[in-house]
């Protein structure tokens, strides 16, 4: 494997992984059902993490 190849070869390792997590993700919802609240990006955010709560 050539020095050039490393680039398209680490691109598709990411898209890869990419397809498996989506894949992991939606199983897991077949698995527990949409009675399960979704958090929002906000609130999965480092901002929405680490904001002080009275």
């Known amino acids: ?7 398209g070869v680490r ?5 890869m ?3 498996i997590a989506d894949q992991v993700a ?3 919802a077949v698995f527990v059902g949409s009675s399960i ?7 999965a955010s480092r901002v ?3 904001e002080e709560h009275p």
């Open 1 to 7: 494997m050539s020095i050039g190849n490393l680039g």
């Open 11 to 15: 691109y598709m390792v990411e898209l």
């Open 17 to 19: 992984r990419y397809a």
């Open 26 to 28: 939606d199983e897991f």
């Open 37 to 43: 609240p979704v958090l929002s990006d906000y609130a």
């Open 48 to 50: 929405g993490i680490y």
